[in-house]
């Protein structure tokens, strides 16, 4: 009998602490699933790196979400969205400008991020309804340097966060033109990101006798998506790993849908 009681108290403290890390494991999953999708894209060197004052941002960002949005003088439409931030870990502050893409590759075509402020004000309602992140467009966000973050292991970063924006179509299917292709037409595309490096390189032009070209370095981050083109649910874009930096040259111009007849002709 005593020797049942000694095992008792024995165990009694290690229970406890097993019990104790079930509890904080338990908690563990309930606040990721607020962070549904997050993933990082550290900044890396390349070989295209001219020396060692090129530095880059790491990126903090979800997958695309999908929203309903009426936008003033558009109607109802799908819009697209990035939520991401910006971690500075090269020492000093940094002023960024940063530059988002979608280019299509099963509808080939390219798309850049517009301000739309009506959809802003859906989407922080969304992501941070308390209005801690601040979440900033493209533009407000180049307004103020970056400022530096600690290395990982002295202290928590300094992230500042923002969000692209793109109309992908109208949200109403009897109002789609079956001649045109459209963002949320897209199966497999790409986002590239640029100005949140200092990186640039110039290389000759492809035809001789041109000037060269500036190519910058970006963050390219590749996705694919399942299910219906008005499909509400964010679920069906999924993020094809790993994210890479690369040089790349600027796009000048963004191209239109192109008219289904006219790719079959």
């Not at 960002?61 to 990035?82: H, S």
């Not at 595309?189 to 070209?213: K, Y």
């Amino acid at each position: 009998m005593l020797d049942c009681l000694k095992k008792v108290r024995l165990c009694t403290p290690l229970l406890l602490i097993v019990l104790g890390l079930a509890t904080i494991v338990g908690i563990m999953p309930a606040q990721g699933t607020r962070n549904f999708n997050e993933r990082e894209a550290s900044a890396q060197r390349s070989l295209l790196d001219k020396d060692n004052l090129i530095w880059a941002m790491d990126v903090r960002f979800k997958d695309p979400r999908i929203i309903k949005v009426n936008l003033p003088t558009r109607g109802d439409r799908l819009c697209w969205y990035v939520w991401y931030q910006l971690v500075n870990r090269s020492g000093k502050p940094q002023e960024v400008s940063p530059y988002f893409e979608i280019v299509t590759l099963d509808n080939p075509g390219i798309y850049r991020d517009e301000i739309l402020i009506t959809a802003e004000e859906m989407i922080r309602k969304i992501e941070d309804p308390t209005g801690y992140q601040d979440i900033k467009n493209t533009v407000m966000i180049s307004k103020f340097a970056i400022p530096a973050s600690k290395p990982v292991d002295e202290a928590f970063p300094r992230p500042i966060t923002g969000v692209a924006i793109w109309d992908a179509g109208p949200a109403d299917p009897k109002k789609r033109d079956p001649l045109y292709k459209e963002l949320a037409d897209t199966t497999r595309f790409s986002i590239f990101v640029r100005g949140i490096s200092n990186g640039a390189v110039e290389v000759d032009a492809l035809t001789p006798g041109l000037r060269q070209i500036t190519q910058y370095k970006t963050l390219q981050l590749n996705f694919k998506r399942k299910g219906d083109r008005f499909s509400l649910d964010s679920r069906d874009i999924e993020f094809v790993s790993p994210p890479q930096w690369i040089y790349r040259a600027a796009t000048r111009t963004i191209a239109k849908p192109q008219k289904i007849e006219e790719k079959q002709n």
